[in-house]
Antibody, heavy 121, light 106 residues
Framework: EVQLVESGGGLVKPGRSLRLSCSAS????????MNWVRQAPGKGLEWVAY????????YYADSVKGRFTISRDNAKNSLYLQMNSLRDEDTAVYYC??????????????WGQGALVTVSS | QLTQSPSSLSASVGDKVTITCRAS??????LAWYQQKPGKAPKLLIY???TLQSGVPSRFSGSGSGTDFTLTISSLQPEDFATYYC??????????FGQGTRLEIK
């Protein structure tokens, strides 16, 4: 059974930092590119960051560029999101999502259950 | 940029429903549709614009090319009332989602 399990969410003050983790099992993690997607309360889905299978290629949404860092450890089947200089508008449920990312197939095939990050003083 | 229409829709069990997703530029077949229920993660329904994900009921179908895509539910079931999102992975960054279509029971 495929599982993606996020952890590390919580309540944090503006300007502080938080690190999310996503633990993968049930599929070949090292063959999937990985993404973070967030959803603010009552809002739609917003893509946050992408990392390729080997970590060679990384992309960020403009809204988090320079503040967030995506990384992965294929030996541990784990994905991370280091979030610095957090703002109120970063409050959201954060999902990790796996993409086979082949020339013939790009899709967010697997999703975690989400981790809630609340930024508030 | 992806624009979904309508943003919300009321329908009855058994109805046929169509949701449209329009891209601001031509995208190839890297268009996906997801279903999300309250408090849950999105679930993949359709990828490659028209390929049904394994395990998804055949009443769901996708079509389109270029800039215009549609998700059709042929006969609504009670469990289909949810929010639906399209997504493009043709050209990124950024990877973009439509704003969502909320499907409600009439």
């Amino acid at each position: 059974e495929v599982q993606l399990v996020e952890s590390g969410g919580g309540l944090v003050k503006p300007g502080r930092s938080l690190r999310l983790s996503c633990s993968a099992s049930g599929f070949t993690f090292s063959r999937y590119s990985m993404n973070w997607v967030r959803q603010a309360p009552g809002k739609g889905l917003e893509w946050v960051a992408y990392i390729s299978e080997t970590s060679r290629t990384i992309y960020y949404a403009d809204s988090v560029k320079g503040r967030f860092t995506i990384s992965r450890d294929n030996a541990k089947n784990s994905l991370y999101l280091q979030m610095n200089s957090l703002r109120d508008e970063d409050t959201a449920v954060y999902y990790c999502a796996g993409d086979p990312d082949t020339p013939h197939l790009r899709v967010f095939e697997y999703w975690g259950q989400g981790a809630l990050v609340t930024v508030s003083s | 940029q992806l624009t979904q229409s309508p943003s919300s829709l009321s329908a009855s069990v058994g109805d046929k429903v169509t949701i449209t997703c329009r891209a601001s530029q031509v995208i190839s077949s890297y268009l996906a549709w997801y279903q999300q229920k309250p408090g849950k993660a999105p679930k993949l329904l359709i990828y490659g614009a028209s390929t049904l994900q394994s395990g998804v009921p055949s009443r769901f179908s996708g079509s389109g090319s270029g800039t215009d895509f549609t998700l059709t539910i042929s006969s609504l079931q009670p469990e289909d009332f949810a929010t639906y999102y399209c997504q493009q992975l043709n050209s990124y960054p950024p990877i973009t989602f439509g704003q969502g279509t909320r499907l409600e029971i009439k």
